[in-house]
Each structure stands twice: as structure tokens, then as C-alpha cells.
């Protein structure tokens, strides 16, 4: 009986509030105020079950938290300076067939247009990829005037137009791009148009390798890698002799940028609170758009393509060092691996730099090992079983029946944001526009679409403000591509692409919300 009452005591001695000395608080608070906190039966942090708590006790809103959110952001502005660089560094120039014994000649470009090209000629293709069948030796004695005149005189057969190997490119305007330095048009126009399409398998290749590393390694050392692998590749992409190294180096640019991009929009959330996920995704679109805003900025600004892809680049050695010297482990990664004490280590740094009292670190350990779930506490699981784990993850979405219509819908839905939205952003160059104001207006209009999307997710809804949203677009876009060639194509365009860029954030931008009730975010 004695024992049963000691016993019962020293539980409620644990139960009271205990008050902590200087000695046990990561910081006292900005007044000197000791703080208290209630231990529970298992010596743990009362009423810290999740991460979360610990956060709200370090303070979301504090002056660290707030800087990481900052850095983690500068991702989203980097990513458009790589992936959607494409109608700059490669802008064709107006190009036309090279004459060579009129080039030598010294005659002026007009004038080897005049009498060479077929300028007559409604089909582009042959304006820019052909020439008339003349003996422009001859021409050349003649001289300009004489060959114009008795055209018929230097004629080989018919002289029908021929297409040319070679092409004189007008760079007064766009100075040398990559199209004009490797002679990517005509038969090589294809070669051209794998530009884009290698840096999206790039990103592919990124989405589906660099969240296993992540789960493996750690957030911070694969972003740090990814950063330093991405600024090489993107600079040696800025010094490639051959057209074929530059296309390898795009892929290998966008694969570890999205490995970088990965990391901080993981990271951006794991410090996060709960209520705080959504706006901080739909601030990331923001950043997304500020830095397609400056893709047109930097381009007008630098035009030899190769001191514009450094130009692209440079940001990148910024990022490095701040994410190096400031950009700690996430605390939500450690726990999932079983470094509690290093966790606690991290928050407790957090507390103090956010002027907040912190529990004692014993304390505080023991409530890190009972978030663990079972999966997370074997932190030693070979890699191989780690990865057969992962993949039955992945397909038990498609193989179970409740699930399978809502993930290949969204799977869809998915691909259709994919084409038009690039489809939209990237078509300067096929409607005959500048592209410079076009993907600086683009942007912009950009800008309102990310908060309003978030305030009709959280007042209207997601399925249906996401149905609207569709209807919206593809309304907008079929209306675009019957009005393509008016003078007001300008305003439908933009609605097209305010409903596309709401599709867009809200499955990415604001994530947490399509996982509705689940309040912490697992690898």
C-alpha cells in the first residue's frame, strides 16, 4: 500500500509544472523571464506529440524561421533562370542562304539577297533555307547591276531555287545565339527544337531520382551537391564546343537544378507550421515568377548567348554560400533517422536565435523518439529494402481501386498543365512576337494569380475552384488559338495562362491542403 502511494505521488510530482533554471533554457527570452513547462509520466515535453509543437514552441513566425523560408524561396527563383531560358539563348535570327563568291566579293548583304534569294517566295522555309541556281562566279564579273538585269545569262538550267549548306545570319539585333553559332536551322531545325525538350528530361530524371537521395542522405548535403553540380554544369554548358556536349550539359543543368529545387521546397515545409504550408507555397509561385521576370531582364541586358547563360548562372554562387553557412539539417529528416540529439541540438538553436525559452534537451529527446513511427526507427534498413519499401508506396496508389481514378486523373491533369503552360510561355517565337515583352508580361500576369488561388482554396474550395480554373483556361485557350493573328490576343493569352498557372499551384504550390488532415509531412 506504501508503495502504491509513493508511487502515485511521484507521478504527480511529474505531472506539476516544473520550473527550470537559467541553466536548462536554450535562451531566457528577450525580458530575462524564466520560462516553465510540464514534464509528462514519461519524462517527455507535456503536450508535445508532433514536431509541430515543437516549432510553435520555438516560434514559426521567429526571426530564423523566416530567414530559412527566405533562402529555401531563392530556389524557386533560380529554377525559370535554367528551365525556361530556351527562346533566348536560341533566338533565330533572320538567316538566309551564304554565297560565298558573293561574300568575297564584297558585295553587301542586300544586295547578295537581292539577286540570290528568293524573297518573293510565300514559303519561309525556302526565303531562308534555298537559293537560285546561278553561276555566281560569272555573277561576280558582271557585277551587280549586269547580273540583275540578264538574270538569264548566269542561270544553271532553270535556276530554279536549291537548297544551301550554309547561312549568313543577321545578329544586329539578337547578336550570336546558340542557333546562329551552330547553324540550327533548315535541316538542323529539329536539333534546335531537342533543347527544351532534353532540359525537361532532365527534370524528369530529378523528380525521380533525387527525392530517394533526399529520404537517404539528408536535405541539406544533396542541395548543397545539387548547387555546386548545377553551377559546373551550367558553366561548362556556357563554354561547350559542340552542339551535342551542350545539349548533355542542359540535361545534367536541369537534373541537378531540380534536385536543388527539391531539397529547399521540402525543406521550406518541414519548418514550417501546419497553418503556415499554404501561404508558403503560394509565395514560392511568386518567387517562381519573379524569376521568370528577370529570365527577359538579363537577356536583353547580356546577348552573346554563352555571357548570357553566365549571367543565368550567377545567382547560383549566392545561394551556394548562404545555404552553406546558414541552412542547417531539417529537424523532421534527423527524427525520421533516429538523431534525436542532433534534432534537439538544432531546435534548441532555433529557441535561442528566435529569442524563445526552450524545455530541458533530456526532456525534449524523449518526446523526438516517441514521434518515431515504427518505419522511422530503423534508420540502418539497407538500401535495398529501403527502395523495394518506397516502390510498393508508389504503386499501391495505382494498384488499389479506391485509389487509381483520382491518382492517373491527376496524372493527366498533370501532363495537360504541362503542355500548355510551357506551350503558352515559350511561344513567343511562333507568334511573331517580342519575346522580350512577351515573357516579362507573361510573368507578370503571373503575379495576382498565386493569392487568389489560394484564397479560393481556402474559401471556395479545392475541387471546385480547380474545375473552374480549367474551364477557365481551356475556354481561354481555344479562344487564343481562333484569335491568334488579332491585335487582341494579347489580354485572352493572359487569362489562359492566370487559369494554367492556378492549376499549377495548386497541387505544387500549395501541396499540404491535397494532403487535408494530415499534419506532418513524411519522406
Known amino acids: 500500500m506504501e508503495d502504491d502511494i509513493r508511487s502515485k505521488n511521484a507521478v504527480n510530482q511529474r505531472k506539476t509544472k516544473v520550473q527550470l533554471a537559467p541553466t536548462d533554457l536554450a535562451y531566457q527570452g528577450k525580458h530575462g523571464t524564466p520560462e516553465t513547462f510540464q514534464l509528462d509520466e514519461q519524462d517527455g515535453v507535456a503536450g508535445v506529440s508532433e514536431l509541430e509543437d515543437l516549432i510553435e514552441i520555438v516560434n514559426p513566425n521567429g526571426w530564423w524561421n523566416m530567414t530559412s523560408l527566405a533562402l529555401g524561396l531563392m530556389a524557386f527563383f533560380m529554377l525559370p533562370l535554367q528551365s525556361v531560358t530556351y527562346q533566348f539563348l536560341g533566338e533565330t535570327p533572320a538567316h538566309w542562304c551564304h554565297i560565298a563568291p558573293l561574300t568575297e566579293a564584297n558585295w553587301t548583304q542586300q544586295q547578295i539577297?537581292?539577286?540570290a534569294i528568293p524573297l518573293s517566295s510565300n514559303d519561309t522555309r525556302e526565303r531562308n533555307c534555298k537559293f537560285y541556281n546561278y553561276n555566281y562566279t560569272k555573277a561576280v564579273e558582271l557585277g551587280y547591276e549586269a547580273a540583275m538585269e540578264s538574270r538569264g545569262s548566269i542561270s544553271i538550267g532553270d535556276g530554279s531555287p536549291i537548297s544551301c549548306q550554309a547561312r549568313d545570319f543577321n545578329v544586329s539585333h539578337y547578336s550570336l545565339t546558340l542557333v546562329a553559332e551552330w547553324d540550327l536551322v533548315c535541316e538542323k531545325r529539329a536539333?534546335?527544337?531537342?533543347?527544351?525538350?532534353?532540359?525537361?528530361?532532365?527534370?524528369?530524371l530529378g523528380d525521380l531520382t533525387f527525392p530517394y537521395f533526399m529520404a537517404k542522405y539528408g536535405r541539406r548535403p544533396i542541395t548543397l551537391v545539387c548547387l555546386v553540380l548545377c553551377f559546373v554544369c551550367a558553366l561548362g554548358a556556357a563554354v561547350s564546343p559542340w552542339y551535342s556536349f551542350y545539349v548533355l550539359l542542359r540535361i545534367a543543368v536541369n537534373f541537378f537544378c531540380m534536385g536543388c529545387y527539391t531539397g529547399c521546397f521540402v525543406y521550406t515545409l518541414e519548418i514550417s507550421s501546419h497553418r503556415q504550408r499554404s501561404i508558403v507555397g503560394s509565395i514560392g509561385g511568386m518567387t517562381w515568377s519573379f524569376g521568370f521576370l528577370a529570365v527577359p531582364g538579363i537577356a536583353?541586358?547580356?546577348?552573346?548567348?554563352?555571357?548570357?547563360?553566365?549571367?543565368?548562372?550567377?545567382?547560383?554562387?549566392?545561394?551556394?554560400?548562404?545555404?552553406?553557412?546558414?541552412?542547417?539539417?531539417?529537424?523532421?529528416?534527423?527524427?525520421?533517422?533516429g538523431r534525436y540529439e542532433e534534432a534537439e541540438e538544432i531546435l534548441s538553436r532555433i529557441a535561442k536565435l528566435n529569442g524563445r525559452a526552450f524545455p530541458p534537451s533530456k526532456a525534449v529527446v524523449i518526446s523526438l523518439k516517441k514521434m518515431a513511427t515504427p518505419s522511422e526507427s530503423n534508420s540502418g534498413e539497407a538500401s535495398f529494402r529501403h527502395i523495394?519499401?518506397?516502390?510498393?508506396?508508389?504503386?499501391?496508389l495505382i494498384l488499389k481501386q479506391e485509389h487509381r481514378a483520382k491518382i492517373l486523373n491527376c496524372y493527366f491533369c498533370w501532363f495537360a498543365v504541362s503542355l500548355v503552360y510551357y506551350g503558352v510561355s515559350l511561344?513567343?517565337?511562333?507568334?511573331?512576337?517580342?519575346?522580350?515583352?512577351?515573357?516579362?508580361?507573361?510573368s507578370l500576369a503571373e503575379f495576382p494569380c498565386y493569392p487568389i488561388s489560394w484564397v479560393l482554396m481556402v474559401y471556395v474550395g479545392r475541387r471546385l475552384s480547380l474545375a473552374i480554373c480549367y474551364w477557365m483556361s481551356g475556354v481561354a485557350t481555344c479562344v487564343v488559338a481562333l484569335l491568334v493573328a488579332s491585335m487582341d490576343e494579347g489580354c485572352?493569352?493572359?487569362?489562359g495562362t492566370f487559369g494554367i498557372v492556378r492549376i499549377v499551384v495548386c497541387p505544387v504550390g500549395n501541396p499540404v491542403p491535397a494532403v487535408a488532415g494530415d499534419e506532418r509531412i513524411h519522406d
Request: glycine residues 4%; aromatic residues 18%; hydrophobic residues 50%.
Open 113 to 115: 539577297r537581292d539577286l
Open 388 to 396: 523495394v519499401r518506397n516502390l510498393k508506396e508508389y504503386f499501391i
Open 427 to 442: 511561344n513567343a517565337g511562333n507568334l511573331s512576337a517580342d519575346p522580350y515583352l512577351y515573357v516579362a508580361l507573361g
Open 300 to 337: 536583353y541586358l547580356v546577348r552573346p548567348w554563352r555571357w548570357m547563360q553566365v549571367a543565368f548562372s550567377a545567382p547560383m554562387i549566392l545561394l551556394l554560400v548562404t545555404y552553406y553557412w546558414f541552412i542547417v539539417e531539417s529537424p523532421r529528416w534527423l527524427i525520421s533517422q
Open 191 to 204: 536539333l534546335y527544337s531537342t533543347t527544351q525538350s532534353a532540359s525537361q528530361f532532365g527534370n524528369l
Open 492 to 495: 485572352v493569352d493572359c487569362l
